[in-house]
């Protein structure tokens, strides 16, 4: 017989807060709503923590990656890399929404880890 207990899901609260995090780009606040997620609650729920530094590094690293797609825009590459770009968001954004509220932590491909 197994003794351990399951591991504990997150409450409702915090799946939203997640949920948010992620989704902070669709609202318009892509790094200001993470970090200020990240700073209030990571110490209350490390679940919360860690979803909302996966998202500020998404988006911080999205940052970065738009910016080196802007010098191509000259020799006509850089659109359709910056297009790609928008529909990688677009797409990985919906995907760790839906993972969050399933309880899970997802990391981002391709995500720069500036928190931990």
Not at 47 to 60: P, R
Not at 88 to 110: C, H, M, N, Q, T
Request: charged share 10%; hydrophobic share 55%; with cysteine.
């Amino acid at each position: 017989m197994d003794t351990s207990s399951p591991p504990q899901l997150p409450s409702g609260n915090n799946k939203i807060w997640s949920i948010i995090c992620h989704l902070s780009g669709f609202i318009g606040v892509p790094f200001i709503l993470p970090l200020i997620i990240y700073l209030a609650m990571r110490r209350e729920s490390t679940y919360v923590g860690q979803n909302a530094a996966s998202a500020l590094n998404f988006h911080l690293s999205l940052l970065i990656y738009g910016l080196c797609c802007i010098p191509f825009v000259f020799v006509l590459i850089g659109i359709p890399l910056l297009i790609i770009l928008a529909v990688i968001s677009f797409v990985l954004s919906i995907i760790a929404a839906v993972k969050a509220s399933d309880g899970e932590v997802y990391r981002y491909p391709l995500a720069i880890r500036f928190l931990q």
